[in-house]
């Protein structure tokens, strides 16, 4: 079953963290609201974890601007660096943060894995609070499956004048990847 929830303009961190406390299910999948999905999508990744018996499932994707309009070619996970799929993050050794891109959009979670590191969102970071999450999923999980569709299409801003926003962003991601040396 799938459950939306929304909550008063809180930033993605708070809202990922409402989720995660609502969630009553064995898998979870955080969305963007302006992200497009193929409709069978959660159903296929879905199918892919319990055949494989995989604690994330990670679909390729596409990126589109804000006009909807493709900006690069339909990027499908490079199965070829994978030994095997499903894989484990010790197949991939030095290899596993660069293999998966650090983006939570695109993975399917088993919640067991969740619970296993009491996982959250750091809220104090408005952007790349889910560096950290991602880096320990990744590096936790038993079992680790590929899509081979595209399912998702992510819209990306394209703003030239949000210099001060990206600077932001590089320093929230230095802090999210400093909490995890820390924890």
């Known amino acids: 079953r799938l459950k939306v929830i929304s909550i008063p303009h809180s930033g993605s961190a708070a809202a990922r963290n409402k989720a995660l406390a609502e969630a009553k299910g064995e898998f979870v999948y955080f969305a963007n609201s302006y992200d497009l999905f193929d409709e069978n999508m959660l ?13 994330i499932v990670i679909d390729g994707y596409s990126l589109l601007n804000q006009r909807f309009q493709e900006i690069t070619s339909t990027e499908k996970l490079d ?22 891109p650090a ?36 590096a936790g999980a038993k079992k680790i499956s590929l899509m081979n569709d595209c399912l998702l299409c992510h819209r990306i801003n394209i703003n030239p004048y949000q210099k001060k926003e ?17 924890q």
């Open 43 to 55: 159903t296929k990744m879905v199918q892919k974890a319990e055949a494989d018996g995989s604690d």
């Open 79 to 100: 199965q070829s660096v994978l030994p095997q799929t499903p894989c484990t993050p010790q197949d991939l050794s030095d290899e596993l943060f660069c293999t998966f």
């Open 103 to 138: 983006v939570i959009w695109n993975k399917l979670i088993r919640m067991d894995l969740i619970h296993q590191f009491h996982l959250t969102f750091d809220e104090s970071l408005k952007y790349n609070s889910d560096l950290v999450f991602n880096a320990i999923i990744l």
């Open 166 to 182: 990206s600077l932001q962003e590089f320093g929230d991601g230095l802090k999210a990847m400093a909490h995890l040396f820390h």
